[in-house]
């Protein structure tokens, strides 16, 4: 592309900046080939010239598109450079505060200096199972990835993550396993998992310090591999440990502390267990004050050793042990504080009796002269002699040092040896994740021989990194076909071999390290010479000859050569070795006993960097161990890399790279040239550069077509795809080079995008020219148009108004003229009628003067008539007052009295043994009628009350209307006499008025003067009266609408709070409902775990018996389940049960059992919770409804209904006592003329038939009867040889006679069957009267009784005398139901006994039977007519509803029934609920025959098989659908048949036949209600996991409304997804789903309450799942993704709609997601738009509304970002929420479920069982 092209005016570049590091600018003009300058304007508007250089003539970097710019992927910016990146990192980290950037396959992570929430579980849910590119950024994002991988590549995984100090490595490291942790799980109870994560405190406490850069800085390199098996769960770690920096032990710089176990040691001397150890204060050691910063604001050191001693409990390693350890710390503190003295020159020595070394040989066990000796000597040896030289201060300070530093060397090296002990398994490793946590490239003032290592270390990591990177980019070439160079990248392979090669400068060092007189100098010539003038990468700094520069791939470093030879050679003197070992403390002895494991704990060289071997060992095996011991610090640094990448190579790596984003710490602080430096550093400009070398932009055709159709004519679309991008392209861009087409995408080279981009928006630029132009044309005219029909309706009413002004102006001269007649009239007739009215006045004047005396006196007498009438009047009332109440107070007496004698008279009535036989039927109708009675009393007393009230208010307005009346004739009377009196002194005055009439008149002027003024005055006062009337009569209006507002106000407050604390209880209710039924899920999976275990157990101990053999990662949701082999491994197991339990762990047992037993308390008291606060809730509500005067009247109610179901109970025993008794007594009667005989056998038969038989059991005895007399001649010459026999001897002689003599016979023997008969039911009757009046005198007794505790109940107060009379009557009656079922029970053993008796007489007859058909015929027997048995002619009974099976058919039933049963079968073609309808039918004929052991069986196996079917196909939702729908049909069967009439009043006469009889199963009911909860929970896990992958590419990857939506371009990540594509969902596939579902359950005949609840968890998943996804997710914030979600959220309104399922919260589940899509599409710019944000927003909390803004994206330049300061306006509004600050739906949370009772209308007895499902051995009944 021509630079003329990109390079025009308004195109915006960068510049160098010395402050800013670049600057952003736009062109003022265009550039032209060969300009030596460009014009710009910054953006603070000011214009500058940047000149060009004249060499290289290079034009500054283009900047990106506006809607480029935040990009997840760096990748994805059109223009790959520095400048790019830069902006793109500070946009994403400042404005939309996120800290992690994808560059190509490197994670970038800024660390924020501040607590985020992002790392909860709720945000690993959402991360987990998700491709890369689908999320924002995140170190889940990478963890997941190569989770996923390595499951799914079965290769070894990789982490790098790399930085410099303080940047955030440790914790993103720590997060990386944090993830593995919780999505993997352990394989065992071993929880490997938490081990791994507990290893990170104790790293940190003894690996890791403060320094100037960082609180927390790890001073050492680990790689942490964590190992999986084949089902890829965590079964074990390891760790590897590299360069532990050694001198910090001994020094620190300003501000920097000691390695943090030290200050925790010191910190918690005060603690008991460690007083022994001598500690203090930090400040009082030399080796943890030197820092002078021992405190880290924030952190308390105490608590932190709390959490490091705990986590190495947790890892294994005893109290005694953390005790060693601790004393070894301790000893190196005090060793640190030894002073060491001159004596001389060249010798020192410490003074006796020194504290801290007393303390030191103490706690580690070495006496105090050899510690004392050794470290102020060193033995030098010699070939022929051994001399001991003493050594100066100087030089024994250091040998103390070095002897402090070697301690901890070898005692981190041992803690690193157990921790990897703990992390270790016995499972076989299948692969591993390595987690690399090492330091980044460092460059300081004065670097040294640990700079050096570190960052020869990154150089190897960096080579690894290109290499990495060039191998996918040619990867991802040669899978899409294109042709390609090869890329030019830097290789530091060079910088490498300067390092580590043959004559290298390690190799330099190593040597100079063995000559003995070796030295930094000469070692620093050395290097002079060998490599300045042969490597271009080494150079020689001009002012120094002992320092060296290298120039590596981040910068150029120069080391100081001062201190390289004796760090690499890490020196301890021998001696002070030998006397360690020789301590008497174990520990010690132990660290110092093997070099070899002291130095790896791991059993590797790698590890232990920076760590001497010493061999203290006899002299013949000395040669060997000093080889070891002069391996130097460098060489074994080096083969550790070495080791290191040959295990990163032979894994996939990943690569996190953490930046410090300002030196200060302070929190979202950017710091642009600490970024720049640290970027270089890292290698991500390193990807950039070699991501710009190539095709760095690349698109789907797809993807291409849909952002730049705009650019294409209609003729240019064509059906294929790939051809019209072909051509498009070819039109658009002329250079062949710049674009490569693959297989499945467009490759472009870097700026390419930009230029698209460009030309698109002039296109819709001059698109929307057009239609401005259009809609303003449009506009103008229709401004015209308003405008002229406007002037002409001006001037039409202008002309209009004039004319009628002219006749105006004619109508008012004609009334002029005719008002000047009449007011010329109307003068002359005032001047008249004023004089007229001057008369008057002087004469109403007088007479009004006579008046008022008149009226005055007539006035005065008047009133005192009134007063005295008033108090007459008064104290009339008060007398009567008096008197009515007094009568009323005696009517009241007199009734109570008569009442209560009526009610004394009532009580004892209907307590006496006659009435209430009589009359306890009609007892209830009898008190209704009464309080009927006395309820219309009342209220015609009221009536008449209030009829009497009102007579006597008229009785009393009548007197006194009539008084008035009468006084006032009587003053007329007066005044009439008083005026006859007075006629003579009027004409006498009259004389006088004559006479004074002349003086009147001269006063006429003044006294018409005075009316005028007094009119006027008087009209003035009336017109204020009239105002201050309006005033008042304002003020009370308003007053009254104030009154009537507060009331209105006080009524709404209160509606309002009752409202609130109903939905308060509503909501308490369903959290308790939800954490009980949280609690059996919790239950259920450790019953899972449990029987996992046990099965384990099973196989390992009994592996032949019924064992099955299954591949190790065999899925039990997916076979299918066989019975024969399950119900031979519950033969099997039986039998082994005794080894399985020898076998098992006993602790692990006692724990599960513990558990249960928790669980199950704890559920019962939820259960207890739960009941009381419905309790609470019903006496709210019953509160809050009914007043206080019914109070009274609701117990007497209770009280009432308790006693009359009491009583009506008391009545159904005796009704059943009664009919047993006559029964027994019928039978006796029938058969006692025959002992022994048939009919006893028929009678008890009939005994224990249903009550739909009785009819026929009287027909059959009748026919008993008829033939009782021939079967009693047959047998009575075999019982009776007395008289009777010669009876029949003398009526046989006389054979003549024929039939008269049978007659006579059978006459005679009816004769006495009669009478014995007849003798038998006296005898009877005689017992039940004997009964009856003992009965009688019982019930006499209980009257006496029950009279005196009356008399004592009206003794006390109202509310404990109902309370008493109310326990007392339920005493009684208990007492009676006990008595009752007493004697029942003895009836039954009487029956039991006679059924005995009975067996033993039939067997009698029988045999007796036999002997008279083979033996002589008896003499009275006719020989012609033989004993025929007795058929008894039945009818067929009706089908009972029961279904009959024997108990070895109990598994068969099960079997057939529940674990070998179709459910797709049964839901087609049978009934719903059918197997629930069988197994309430065998359970009925179980409680039918009484057989307890039968019910509890049959429920139990039930449950159980549930229960397994479940686990064995708890993924198929069909089946867990079915089985939801059958359990809750069984418990709806054993409510509806319980008996309890709470649930009969729905049930016909034929379904109340049915109900159980024998057994309560209430407890059964809740079993089976647990275990309906936990399948309908499985259900929902079912269905969510049908659901999760649909609903983020159904609801917001899919563009529902076509082109509405411009794809954006995307970078790296989105290409290399994580698994294959299997098919893209839409929503409707998620419509389609959810219809199966529900089809699914409407099939199988689910209640459809259960549905709605199913359908509202359904909605409330997908809006979670889609919110959360849209929250992690910035490119799918944008204006067109609001619109297709509320899109795809109405197609879900108008699903509920079809389904009729609106009405019951489905739809208030998405209405999070519905607000979040209004936030997207809104104005987001000025206040008005942020309070109509904050007042839709209601849904949202806080931290999403702010999520959202934050990651609001335009997908086009004509929308604008939010600003920071509108977020910041959001914010300050949202600040008084009180909310949750969690970001993300909870996507596992389930509503509790309730199971409302729904009875079935169908039949039992009319249910048929189809051949089909093999239950032929049922049998009805």
């Keep these: 592309m021509a630079a003329s092209e990109l390079y025009t005016k308004r195109a915006r570049v960068w510049i160098p900046d010395a402050e800013e590091v670049w600057k952003s600018a736009e062109l003022n003009k265009d550039y032209k080939n060969g300009d030596a300058s460009l014009q710009l304007m910054l953006e603070d508007g000011t214009n500058i010239e940047h000149k060009l250089d004249p060499k290289t003539k290079n034009l500054p970097y283009l900047r990106n598109p506006?809607?480029?710019?935040?990009?997840?992927?760096?990748?994805?910016?059109?223009?790959?450079?520095?400048?790019?990146?830069?902006?793109?990192?500070?946009?994403?980290?400042?404005?939309?505060?996120?800290?992690?950037?994808?560059?190509?396959?490197?994670?970038?992570?800024?660390?924020?200096?501040?607590?985020?929430?992002?790392?909860?579980?709720?945000?690993?849910?959402?991360?987990?199972?998700?491709?890369?590119?689908?999320?924002?950024?995140?170190?889940?994002?990478?963890?997941?990835?190569?989770?996923?991988?390595?499951?799914?590549?079965?290769?070894?995984?990789?982490?790098?993550v790399s930085g410099e100090s303080g940047a955030g490595k440790t914790v993103s490291a720590k997060y990386a396993m944090r993830y593995f942790a919780t999505v993997s799980g352990s394989t065992s109870e071993a929880?490997?998992?938490?081990?791994?994560?507990?290893?990170?405190?104790?790293?940190?406490?003894?690996?890791?310090?403060?320094?100037?850069?960082?609180?927390?800085?790890?001073?050492?390199?680990?790689?942490?591999?964590?190992?999986?098996?084949?089902?890829?769960?965590?079964?074990?770690?390891?760790?590897?440990?590299?360069?532990?920096?050694?001198?910090?032990?001994?020094?620190?710089?300003?501000?920097?502390?000691?390695?943090?176990?030290?200050?925790?040691?010191?910190?918690?001397?005060?603690?008991?267990?460690?007083?022994?150890?001598?500690?203090?204060?930090?400040?009082?050691?030399?080796?943890?004050?030197?820092?002078?910063?021992?405190?880290?604001?924030?952190?308390?050191?105490?608590?932190?050793?709390?959490?490091?001693?705990?986590?190495?409990?947790?890892?294994?390693?005893?109290?005694?042990?953390?005790?060693?350890?601790?004393?070894?710390?301790?000893?190196?503190?005090?060793?640190?504080?030894?002073?060491?003295?001159?004596?001389?020159?060249?010798?020192?020595?410490?003074?006796?009796?020194?504290?801290?070394?007393?303390?030191?040989?103490?706690?580690?066990?070495?006496?105090?002269q050899d510690m004392s000796q050794w470290l102020c000597h060193r033995k030098l040896k010699t070939a022929t002699e051994t001399y001991i030289k003493t050594l100066p201060r100087l030089q024994a300070t250091n040998a103390r040092?070095?002897?402090?530093?070697?301690?901890?060397?070898?005692?981190?090296?041992?803690?690193?040896?157990?921790?990897?002990?703990?992390?270790?398994?016995?499972?076989?490793?299948?692969?591993?994740?390595?987690?690399?946590?090492?330091?980044?490239?460092?460059?300081?003032?004065?670097?040294?021989?640990?700079?050096?290592?570190?960052?020869?270390?990154?150089?190897?990591?960096?080579?690894?990194?290109?290499?990495?990177?060039?191998?996918?980019?040619?990867?991802?070439?040669?899978?899409?076909?294109?042709?390609?160079?090869?890329?030019?990248?830097?290789?530091?392979?060079?910088?490498?071999?300067?390092?580590?090669?043959?004559?290298?400068?390690?190799?330099?060092?190593?040597?100079?390290?063995?000559?003995?007189?070796?030295?930094?100098?000469?070692?620093?010539?050395?290097?002079?010479?060998?490599?300045?003038?042969?490597?271009?990468?080494?150079?020689?700094?001009?002012?120094?000859?002992?320092?060296?520069?290298?120039?590596?791939?981040?910068?150029?470093?120069?080391?100081?050569?001062?201190?390289?030879?004796?760090?690499?050679?890490?020196?301890?003197?021998?001696?002070?070795?030998?006397?360690?070992?020789?301590?008497?403390?174990?520990?010690?002895?132990?660290?110092?006993?093997?070099?070899?494991?002291?130095?790896?704990?791991?059993?590797?060289?790698?590890?232990?960097?920076?760590?001497?071997?010493?061999?203290?060992?006899?002299?013949?095996?000395?040669?060997?161990?000093?080889?070891?011991?002069?391996?130097?610090?460098?060489?074994?640094?080096?083969?550790?890399?070495?080791?290191?990448?040959?295990?990163?190579?032979?894994?996939?790596?990943?690569?996190?790279?953490?930046?410090?984003?300002?030196?200060?710490?302070?929190?979202?602080?950017?710091?642009?040239?600490?970024?720049?430096?640290?970027?270089?550093?890292?290698?991500?400009?390193?990807?950039?550069?070699?991501?710009?070398?190539?095709?760095?932009?690349?698109?789907?055709y797809q993807e291409f077509f849909s952002r730049y159709r705009v650019l294409m004519k209609q003729k240019d679309v064509l059906p294929d795809r790939r051809l019209t991008c072909r051509n498009v392209l070819e039109h658009l861009v002329q250079d062949q080079d710049k674009y490569q087409f693959g297989k499945t995408k467009i490759f472009f080279r870097a700026g390419q995008v930009a230029y698209l981009e460009k030309l698109r928006a002039e296109k819709l630029r001059a698109a929307c020219i057009r239609i401005q132009k259009t809609i303003r044309c449009w506009l103008a005219r229709k401004k015209y148009l308003r405008k002229r029909s406007a002037a002409i309706t001006i001037q039409r009413f202008t002309r209009g108004h004039q004319a009628r002004r002219l006749a105006k102006f004619m109508r008012r001269t004609q009334a002029a003229t005719t008002i000047q007649k009449y007011q010329r009239m109307c003068v002359e007739k005032k001047r008249y009628r004023q004089k007229q009215a001057a008369a008057l006045v002087m004469q109403t004047i007088l007479r009004a003067y006579m008046a008022r005396q008149k009226y005055r006196a007539l006035l005065r007498e008047s009133k005192v008539v009134i007063i005295q009438k008033r108090v007459r009047g008064w104290l009339a009332r008060c007398w009567y007052k008096r008197c009515l109440v007094s009568l009323v107070y005696l009517q009241c007496c007199f009734r109570r009295m008569k009442a209560r004698r009526e009610l004394k008279k009532l009580k004892i009535e209907a307590r006496s043994v006659e009435h209430f036989k009589k009359l306890n039927k009609g007892m209830e109708n009898k008190i209704m009628q009464l309080q009927r009675k006395l309820d219309e009393q009342n209220k015609e007393n009221r009536l008449v009350n209030e009829r009497l009230a009102g007579l006597e208010n008229t009785y009393t307005t009548e007197s006194e209307r009539m008084r008035g009346e009468l006084s006032r004739l009587r003053g007329a009377e007066e005044d009439a006499k008083n005026k006859g009196h007075q006629v003579t002194s009027l004409l006498e005055e009259l004389e006088k008025l004559r006479k004074e009439l002349s003086s009147t008149q001269k006063e006429k002027k003044t006294i018409e003067d005075w009316a005028q003024n007094y009119r006027s005055e008087m009209e003035k006062m009336v017109s204020e009266l009239k105002d201050q009337n309006g005033s008042l009569k304002?003020?009370?209006?308003?007053?009254?609408?104030?009154?009537?507002?507060?009331?209105?106000?006080?009524?709404?407050?209160?509606?309002?709070?009752?409202?609130?604390?109903?939905?308060?209880?509503?909501?308490?209710?369903?959290?308790?409902?939800?954490?009980?039924?949280?609690?059996?899920?919790?239950?259920?999976?450790?019953?899972?775990?449990?029987?996992?275990?046990?099965?384990?157990?099973?196989?390992?101990?009994?592996?032949?018996?019924?064992?099955?053999?299954?591949?190790?990662?065999?899925?039990?949701?997916?076979?299918?389940?066989?019975?024969?082999?399950?119900?031979?491994?519950?033969?099997?197991?039986?039998?082994?049960?005794?080894?399985?339990?020898?076998?098992?762990?006993?602790?692990?047992?006692?724990?599960?059992?513990?558990?249960?037993?928790?669980?199950?308390?704890?559920?019962?008291?939820?259960?207890?919770?739960?009941?009381?606060?419905?309790?609470?809730?019903?006496?709210?509500?019953?509160?809050?409804?009914?007043?206080?005067?019914?109070?009274?009247?609701?117990?007497?109610?209770?009280?009432?209904?308790?006693?009359?179901?009491?009583?009506?109970?008391?009545?159904?025993?005796?009704?059943?006592?009664?009919?047993?008794?006559?029964?027994?007594?019928?039978?006796?009667?029938?058969?006692?003329?025959?002992?022994?005989?048939?009919?006893?056998?028929?009678?008890?038969?009939?005994?224990?038939?249903?009550?739909?038989?009785?009819?026929?059991?009287?027909?059959?005895?009748?026919?008993?009867?008829?033939?009782?007399?021939?079967?009693?001649?047959?047998?009575?010459?075999?019982?009776?040889?007395?008289?009777?026999?010669?009876?029949?001897?003398?009526?046989?002689?006389?054979?003549?006679?024929?039939?008269?003599?049978?007659?006579?016979?059978?006459?005679?023997?009816?004769?006495?069957?009669?009478?014995?008969?007849?003798?038998?039911?006296?005898?009877?009757?005689?017992s039940e009267v004997e009964s009856l009046r003992g009965e009688l005198q019982n019930v006499k007794e209980e009257n006496n009784r029950q009279q005196q505790l009356l008399a004592q109940n009206l003794q006390l107060p109202p509310e404990a005398r109902i309370e008493a009379s109310l326990q007392h009557e339920i005493t009684r009656l208990t007492n009676e139901n006990l008595d009752l079922m007493e004697q029942l029970e003895k009836q039954d053993r009487t029956i039991r006994k006679l059924k005995k008796q009975l067996k033993v007489y039939s067997k009698r007859i029988g045999e007796?039977?036999?002997?008279?058909?083979?033996?002589?015929?008896?003499?009275?027997?006719?020989?012609?007519?033989?004993?025929?048995?007795?058929?008894?002619?039945?009818?067929?009974?009706?089908?009972?509803?029961?279904?009959?099976?024997?108990?070895?058919?109990?598994?068969?039933?099960?079997?057939?029934?529940?674990?070998?049963?179709?459910?797709?079968?049964?839901?087609?073609?049978?009934?719903?609920?059918?197997?629930?309808?069988?197994?309430?039918?065998?359970?009925?004929?179980?409680?039918?025959?009484?057989?307890?052991?039968?019910?509890?069986?049959?429920?139990?196996?039930?449950?159980?098989?549930?229960?397994?079917?479940?686990?064995?196909?708890?993924?198929?939702?069909?089946?867990?659908?079915?089985?939801?729908?059958?359990?809750?049909?069984?418990?709806?069967?054993?409510?509806?048949?319980?008996?309890?009439?709470?649930?009969?009043?729905?049930?016909?006469?034929?379904?109340?036949?049915?109900?159980?009889?024998?057994?309560?199963?209430?407890?059964?009911?809740?079993?089976?209600?647990d275990l309906a909860i936990q399948i309908y929970q499985q259900l929902i896990k079912c269905m969510e996991n049908i659901l999760q992958p649909m609903i983020v590419s159904g609801m917001l990857e899919h563009e529902t409304i076509q082109g509405v939506s411009g794809v954006k371009p995307t970078g790296l990540r989105k290409r290399t997804s994580s698994i294959a594509d299997e098919g893209t969902y839409t929503l409707d596939s998620i419509l389609r789903q959810l219809s199966a579902f529900h089809s699914t359950m409407c099939q199988h005949g689910t209640?459809?309450?259960?549905?709605?609840?199913?359908?509202?968890?359904?909605?409330?998943?997908?809006?979670?799942?889609?919110?959360?996804?849209?929250?992690?997710?910035?490119?799918m914030c944008s204006w067109s993704k609001g619109m297709q979600i509320r899109y795809n959220v109405s197609q879900?309104?108008?699903?509920?709609?079809?389904?009729?399922?609106?009405?019951?919260g489905a739809k208030e589940t998405l209405e999070p997601l519905i607000q979040a899509a209004q936030l997207l599409q809104v104005k987001k710019k000025t206040d008005e738009d942020a309070d109509a944000i904050c007042s839709m927003c209601l849904g949202l909390t806080t931290a999403q509304i702010v999520k959202v803004l934050n990651l609001y994206t335009p997908v086009n330049e004509f929308e604008e970002r939010v600003s920071v300061s509108f977020i910041r306006t959001i914010q300050t509004r949202l600040r008084d929420r009180c909310e949750s600050p969690q970001l993300l739906m909870d996507t596992k949370m389930i509503y509790p479920v309730t199971f409302p009772f729904s009875p079935s209308s169908l039949a039992l007895e009319t249910i048929q069982i189809p051949s089909s499902l093999n239950l032929a051995f049922l049998t009805r009944v």
Excluded at 245 to 259: C, G, I, L, P, T
Excluded at 1456 to 1473: Q, S
Excluded at 1655 to 1674: D, S, W
Aim: proline content about 3%; some cysteine.
């Design 66 to 160: 506006d809607i480029l710019v935040g990009e997840n992927d760096l990748t994805a910016l059109s223009y790959l450079h520095e400048p790019a990146v830069l902006h793109n990192l500070k946009v994403r980290f400042m404005d939309s505060k996120l800290i992690y950037t994808y560059c190509g396959i490197v994670l970038v992570a800024i660390n924020p200096y501040e607590t985020l929430g992002i790392y909860g579980s709720d945000i690993i849910n959402a991360y987990s199972g998700q491709n890369m590119g689908d999320m924002d950024p995140h170190i889940f994002a990478v963890a997941e990835e190569a989770y996923k991988q390595m499951a799914r590549d079965e290769r070894n995984q990789s982490i790098i």
């Design 1692 to 1704: 879900l309104e108008e699903w509920l709609r079809d389904k009729g399922l609106m009405t019951f």
């Design 401 to 700: 040092d070095a002897l402090s530093k070697h301690i901890y060397a070898k005692l981190f090296n041992w803690i690193v040896e157990h921790v990897n002990k703990a992390l270790i398994t016995n499972f076989k490793q299948h692969s591993f994740i390595g987690v690399l946590d090492i330091y980044g490239f460092e460059t300081f003032e004065i670097n040294s021989f640990e700079q050096f290592c570190i960052n020869y270390a990154n150089e190897k990591l960096q080579q690894q990194f290109n290499m990495h990177v060039f191998k996918l980019e040619q990867e991802e070439y040669m899978k899409e076909q294109i042709p390609w160079t090869l890329i030019d990248f830097y290789d530091n392979q060079p910088c490498i071999n300067l390092i580590e090669a043959k004559m290298g400068i390690l190799d330099l060092l190593d040597e100079e390290c063995k000559m003995p007189k070796g030295s930094d100098d000469s070692w620093a010539q050395k290097l002079y010479n060998t490599h300045l003038k042969t490597c271009s990468l080494f150079e020689k700094p001009r002012m120094s000859n002992r320092a060296f520069i290298i120039q590596h791939f981040a910068d150029k470093v120069e080391y100081q050569c001062e201190g390289f030879l004796e760090k690499n050679k890490d020196t301890v003197n021998e001696e002070q070795i030998n006397v360690l070992k020789a301590s008497k403390f174990p520990l010690l002895v132990e660290l110092f006993h093997d070099g070899e494991k002291a130095i790896s704990p791991t059993g590797q060289v790698p590890g232990t960097g920076g760590r001497t071997r010493l061999s203290i060992k006899p002299e013949k095996g000395r040669e060997k161990s000093s080889k070891e011991h002069k391996k130097t610090v460098g060489c074994q640094f080096r083969n550790s890399l070495q080791m290191l990448m040959e295990t990163l190579n032979a894994t996939t790596p990943h690569y996190v790279r953490c930046i410090k984003p300002n030196d200060f710490k302070l929190a979202f602080s950017f710091d642009p040239k600490r970024a720049v430096q640290q970027l270089r550093a890292c290698g991500v400009l390193e990807t950039i550069r070699i991501s710009a070398a190539g095709f760095p932009s690349r698109w789907t």
């Design 1034 to 1326: 304002k003020e009370k209006d308003d007053l009254n609408r104030l009154i009537q507002e507060q009331s209105q106000q006080m009524t709404e407050k209160m509606a309002r709070a009752i409202l609130e604390e109903t939905q308060q209880l509503k909501t308490d209710l369903n959290e308790e409902r939800s954490r009980y039924q949280n609690l059996l899920t919790e239950h259920l999976r450790l019953e899972e775990k449990y029987d996992d275990l046990k099965e384990e157990m099973v196989s390992s101990n009994v592996p032949k018996a019924g064992h099955r053999r299954r591949d190790s990662t065999h899925s039990s949701n997916g076979s299918e389940y066989t019975y024969n082999s399950e119900y031979a491994e519950l033969e099997d197991g039986s039998r082994a049960a005794e080894d399985v339990t020898r076998g098992m762990d006993t602790s692990l047992t006692l724990k599960l059992q513990k558990r249960l037993t928790e669980l199950e308390q704890e559920k019962q008291s939820l259960r207890n919770e739960l009941e009381n606060k419905e309790d609470q809730f019903q006496r709210a509500r019953a509160r809050d409804d009914v007043e206080f005067k019914k109070a009274r009247g609701a117990e007497l109610e209770y009280e009432s209904l308790k006693r009359q179901e009491l009583e009506s109970e008391n009545k159904k025993l005796r009704h059943d006592l009664k009919e047993i008794r006559q029964s027994l007594v019928g039978n006796a009667a029938t058969g006692a003329g025959a002992p022994g005989s048939p009919a006893y056998k028929v009678v008890l038969e009939q005994l224990n038939a249903s009550c739909e038989e009785l009819e026929v059991r009287k027909e059959e005895v009748l026919i008993l009867r008829s033939q009782l007399v021939s079967q009693k001649e047959a047998m009575h010459h075999k019982e009776t040889m007395t008289e009777p026999s010669v009876y029949v001897e003398d009526v046989s002689k006389l054979k003549d006679a024929g039939e008269l003599k049978q007659a006579y016979v059978g006459l005679k023997d009816t004769n006495r069957l009669l009478e014995h008969q007849l003798q038998t039911q006296r005898r009877g009757y005689d």
């Design 191 to 368: 929880n490997v998992e938490q081990k791994v994560l507990a290893s990170n405190p104790i790293m940190e406490a003894i690996g890791n310090a403060k320094t100037t850069r960082n609180d927390n800085s790890s001073r050492f390199g680990k790689y942490i591999e964590i190992g999986f098996d084949t089902r890829y769960r965590i079964i074990g770690a390891n760790m590897r440990t590299y360069l532990l920096e050694k001198s910090r032990v001994v020094f620190q710089a300003d501000e920097e502390r000691n390695y943090h176990i030290f200050y925790q040691l010191c910190a918690s001397s005060h603690l008991p267990e460690f007083k022994m150890l001598k500690l203090s204060s930090a400040n009082d050691f030399l080796y943890t004050r030197q820092g002078r910063s021992p405190v880290i604001d924030g952190v308390d050191d105490t608590k932190e050793l709390s959490s490091t001693r705990k986590a190495f409990t947790l890892l294994g390693i005893n109290e005694s042990n953390q005790m060693g350890l601790f004393q070894v710390l301790a000893a190196i503190l005090h060793l640190g504080n030894v002073e060491i003295k001159d004596r001389d020159s060249d010798s020192s020595i410490i003074p006796p009796n020194n504290g801290h070394l007393t303390a030191f040989c103490d706690l580690v066990g070495v006496t105090y």
């Design 1647 to 1675: 209640d459809p309450e259960l549905i709605k609840q199913v359908v509202k968890q359904q909605f409330y998943i997908i809006g979670a799942v889609t919110l959360n996804n849209l929250l992690l997710r910035k490119d």
């Design 1408 to 1569: 007796m039977g036999a002997g008279q058909t083979e033996g002589q015929t008896s003499p009275g027997q006719m020989v012609d007519e033989p004993i025929h048995p007795v058929n008894i002619p039945r009818r067929e009974k009706d089908f009972q509803g029961m279904l009959e099976y024997n108990k070895e058919d109990e598994l068969k039933l099960v079997k057939n029934l529940i674990l070998e049963l179709k459910p797709r079968g049964v839901a087609v073609n049978l009934i719903p609920g059918l197997p629930a309808y069988i197994l309430f039918m065998c359970l009925r004929h179980a409680d039918y025959v009484n057989d307890d052991q039968k019910v509890r069986t049959l429920l139990t196996s039930t449950i159980n098989s549930i229960k397994k079917i479940l686990k064995k196909r708890g993924d198929d939702f069909e089946t867990v659908s079915f089985w939801l729908s059958n359990t809750c049909r069984f418990l709806h069967c054993l409510k509806q048949y319980s008996g309890d009439e709470a649930f009969m009043k729905h049930n016909s006469p034929r379904q109340n036949e049915h109900c159980l009889s024998n057994f309560d199963l209430a407890e059964y009911r809740q079993v089976i209600s």
